[in-house]
């Protein structure tokens, strides 16, 4: 699969230029040091805000009422082993990949799973372990790769442009230049619409808006760093703005911090009961939890490798990255890893797309952003400064990168281009990365049964449909066993 964007400049000449080079095979993936650097940053600027957002979400109390810890806890915590997965994605693999609390999964811990009568935060997290823990052997016994090569090449690109439409509208969704109305009294006439009544009427959305303008003007004037460039300028001004007034930010508020540097407090670690939760909700529910978390965790993996190497220009001719194995063993102790340290668990990041769409090609990247997530543990009060309106344009401009794969898919072969749009859409529509892959996949069986090619469906396939349909309906399936 072509990459979507334009590959940096070679260096002059085609030898490795030292250690680190030749290591992460730099000058071979047409890159440079100062490159794969940037990029890092640039992935890190656009993902920091998971530092904030977990401890909003990880701060309910749990079905006992007690709280996990104070969100300074786990904004170190979650900064710590995002660090340290992201570097050992960048070394063991050589990806441009950056892992974090996975958003989505954490809402499904916080809101589905802790908050069960009897529950405890421990006994939540329990269950991110074993989720953790039985993907691991998955990887390790070959199922989870075998399952990967098995999806047919066009999937694999309409996943990747349905993420690219996803991002898209994280960005608009997160900058608040889409939102969603709500009046207590009137239920709206829309599920979104632009800004607030149709107006961009907020200083903040006008910010997102000059980053936008910015990042798009950069990058068509071919200005290297353009992404990291438009990251920073939009927060400067960001600072200014609320310097001169008092505004509602979407998420973070954009102001000088009183001081730079804090002690990290790290008491999360171990916090979890791996089996505490068979005794509280029985073990057809933990059974179901478990299966829940795992295929959802299972494919936005998938599709957010095949969206960064298709971004990057790393996939080989049947869409496959390299070192698939090397890089699903990481990101599958990323989830037990996540589970043991309290935070949730840890999975892999579209938002790497942004790094790459600035030129990152190498693991180097994933070691930048991860010594930029460890520096975050002491420097939180310096990283909570950036604006989800100033990191939100990088989401849309490379939104855009990913969606130009749509020309790859054979739009006149219909068993291939409903399932393809389906899952296109189907991610934004339905905010699940899961969802879209869940729904091409089904469908692709339900078309290949109709035409008369059931035997050419690969065994793995029909296997995944099923999970599948088994997870499209563990609503009234829990609702029988609860």
Known sequence: ???????????????????????????????????????????????????????????????????????????????LVAGVLTILMGVIANFPLALAAGLGLNAVVAFSIANLPGMTWQDAMGIVVLEGLL?????????????????????????????????????FFDAGFVSAPWNPDFPPSVPVELGIGGSISTWPVAVFVFGLLLTIILMVKKVRGAILISILATTVLA???????????????????????????????????????????????????????LLADF???????????????????????????QILVVDSIAAAAGGAAGISSNTSYIESASGVGDGA????????????????????PLVAVIPSEAAAPALVVVGFLMVTQVLDIDWHDYTIAIPAFLTMILM???????????????????????????????PLIWLIAAMFVLYFVRGPIESLVG
Do not use: C
Not at 59 to 72: E, F, I, R, S, Y
């Open 1 to 79: 699969m072509a990459s979507t964007s334009a590959a940096p400049e070679r260096t002059e000449t085609p030898n490795p230029q030292n250690a680190i080079d030749r290591y992460f095979r730099i000058t071979e993936r047409g890159s440079t040091i100062g490159t794969e650097i940037r990029g890092g940053l640039v992935t890190f600027f656009t993902m920091a805000y998971i530092i904030v957002l977990n401890p909003i979400i990880l701060g309910q109390v749990d079905g006992t009422g007690a709280a996990l810890a104070p969100k300074a806890t786990i904004a170190a915590t979650t900064a």
């Open 135 to 171: 993907i691991f052997v998955l990887v390790l016994t070959g199922f989870r790769k075998a399952v990967f090569e098995a999806v047919p090449t066009w999937l694999k690109t309409a996943i990747s442009v349905g993420i690219g439409l996803f991002i898209a509208f994280i960005g």
């Open 239 to 293: 600072i200014v703005i609320e310097a001169f007034t008092d505004l509602d930010w979407k998420l973070t508020t954009p102001k000088v911090p009183s001081s730079v540097v804090s002690t990290p407090d790290f008491s999360l670690l171990g916090h979890f009961s791996l089996f505490g939760a068979f005794g509280k909700i029985g073990v057809i529910s933990v059974l179901l939890l478990v299966f829940s978390l």
């Open 299 to 325: 494919f936005d993996t998938m599709g957010t490798m095949v969206a960064v190497g298709g971004e990057a220009g790393l996939l080989d001719e049947n869409g496959n990255p390299p070192k698939t194995q």
């Open 361 to 380: 090609r190498t693991g180097l990247a994933s070691v930048v952003t991860g010594i930029a997530f460890l520096l975050a543990t002491f420097l939180a």
């Open 428 to 458: 934004p529509f339905a905010y699940s990365i899961t969802a879209g892959i869940g729904a091409g996949v089904i469908l692709h069986v339900v078309l290949q049964i109709v035409v008369g090619k059931a035997r050419k469906i690969h």
